[in-house]
């Protein structure tokens, strides 16, 4: 009888590992929630309204013990007004963050790009470059660099060309402001052609490869969508979920300056639309429920969770057998 029960027990125990392990593994975040999370954290940061989630005690052991799971990879630029994290409003374990000088995508960055894209499998890869910024301001107007510096800015190189064949006439301020833009381009055109594993994951649709700008006065985040040419940079593949409307949609701002300028001033991505600043609370909610503190891991169900429902399921059957299917040995 005492044999009868603990297999009984057992089988009921192990239901949910078979469950859990054929679980789909893709990230439970999409790539719109995703991007709609880097937005609002931002909107908040620039409002001056940040609610610094994620940094907690529990939060550090959550990922400690759970393993981290972050939603986005961004390869920002090492500029010490681009604090990541903080721009965006987010905590440990939400950002899988590369800083390098000049936000440029070379092998080490590529590499690292592919560890957070293909093996933290996050639903985000964002470019994000910046105002004022050195790195590309030294190429533009042709700097002495020293050490190691000259091999660093040479893949800023290709895009500050192309910034002076597009604007010849260009003064200085207008060619950094258009060469900061190629340069985030060429990043993402970088990592596309050179990134096998990133560029199968963006066909799929499992991850939305943006690029974006950040002001470094007003604190602003500006996503500028899709590489414009990126059904070509993958080869004629259209990404599955999205990308596409996002390249059409930014195509002219990125190559037409008139366009770029009309951009500008309306930096208004559909995600940073006004109404955004009304559900600012509502979607911080939505978007904490997605990444919480309760479930922010890989299958997105908790080893803690896991232990307290197996005790749990172990304590029902024990319950179950005493009083309902064996009555009379009460
Ligand atoms: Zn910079």
């Not at 500050?160 to 381009?185: C, R, S, Y």
């Not at 596309?192 to 470094?216: F, N, Q, W």
Request: hydrophobic share 45%; charged share 20%.
């Amino acid at each position: 009888m005492f044999a009868k029960r603990l297999i009984l027990i057992l089988l009921l125990a192990l239901t949910p590992i078979f469950a859990f392990a054929s679980s789909n593994a893709d990230h439970p975040v999409s790539p719109e929630m995703g991007l709609q999370m880097l937005t609002e954290g931002n909107l908040r940061y620039s409002l001056g309204q940040s609610t610094h989630p994620n940094i907690s005690f529990s939060r550090r052991l959550l990922t400690t013990t759970e393993g981290q799971a972050p939603y986005a990879t961004v390869i920002a630029c090492s500029d010490s007004r681009v604090p990541v994290e903080i721009l965006f409003d987010q905590g440990v374990g939400d950002l899988f963050v590369i800083k390098v000088a000049g936000n440029v995508a070379d092998t080490d960055e590529i590499g690292s790009a592919e560890y957070g894209v293909d093996h933290l499998g996050t639903p985000v890869l964002m470019v994000l470059g910046h105002t004022y910024c050195g790195a590309v301001t030294a190429v533009t107007t042709g700097a002495e660099v020293h050490g190691s510096i000259p091999k660093l800015v040479d893949n800023i190189i290709p895009a500050v060309e192309k910034a002076k064949l597009a604007l010849p006439n260009a003064e200085k301020t207008e060619l950094i402001t258009k060469a900061t833009d190629e340069n985030i381009w060429q990043a993402i055109e970088d990592i596309l052609t050179k990134s096998h594993a990133i560029a199968e994951r963006a066909i799929a649709g499992k991850v939305v490869v943006v690029g974006a700008k950040y002001d470094i006065l007003s604190g602003k985040v500006e996503i500028l969508g899709s590489h414009p040419r990126q059904t070509e940079l993958l080869g004629g593949a259209t990404p599955a979920v999205h990308g596409a409307g996002h390249a059409e949609e930014h195509a002219e701002p990125a190559h037409a300056e008139a366009a770029k300028d009309a951009h500008a001033e309306k930096p208004a991505d559909a995600t940073h639309a006004e109404p955004a600043v009304e559900k600012t609370a509502e979607g911080h909610d939505q978007a904490q429920a997605a990444h919480g503190e309760e479930k922010p891991a890989s299958g997105g169900f908790g080893f803690f969770s896991f232990i307290i429902f197996v005790l749990l399921l172990i304590g029902a059957v024990i319950v179950l057998d005493k009083k309902i299917l064996n009555p009379e040995e009460k």
